[in-house]
């Protein structure tokens, strides 16, 4: 599956954006997925998963309350809804796919498969 995020920008602190990982192929439902994000000088790190019908997600303590992962199967999309942003924030934002038919939420790095190519959001204070 190819993976293709969107949506990063520039925003001040309190604001909101909405990032968008359309992914190619039919099977996109077999996939759970997940957002990522990298911020300069440190390791990649899990930011929101979510199973294949969307009934589950799983959050990072660092952003619960704050975003909000969803997918759109008829669309082959999955999104993460950022509000109420704040400098810390700002990292390269990634979108993962991991093995087709995983039961369960995957929340580490080498759980995914398929990456994205990550898209730049950055908050200013």
């Known amino acids: 599956v190819q993976l293709q995020a969107s949506g990063g920008g520039l925003v001040q602190a309190g604001g909101s954006l909405r990032l968008s990982c359309a992914a190619s192929?039919?099977?996109?439902?077999?996939?759970?997925m997940g957002w990522f994000r990298q911020a300069p000088g440190k390791e990649r790190e899990f930011v929101a998963s979510i199973s294949r019908y969307g009934g589950s997600v799983s959050y990072a303590d660092s952003v619960k309350g704050r975003f909000t992962i969803s997918r759109d199967n008829s669309r082959t999309t999955v999104y993460l809804q950022m509000n109420s942003l704040r400098p810390e924030d700002t990292a390269v934002y990634y979108c993962?796919?991991?093995?087709?038919?995983?039961?369960?939420?995957?929340?580490?790095?080498?759980?995914?498969?398929?990456w994205g190519q990550g898209t730049l959001v950055t908050v200013s204070s």
């Open positions: 993962a796919a991991g093995s087709p038919f995983q039961s369960t939420i995957l929340t580490t790095t080498r759980e995914y498969d398929y």
């Open positions: 192929g039919r099977t996109f439902s077999t996939y759970v």
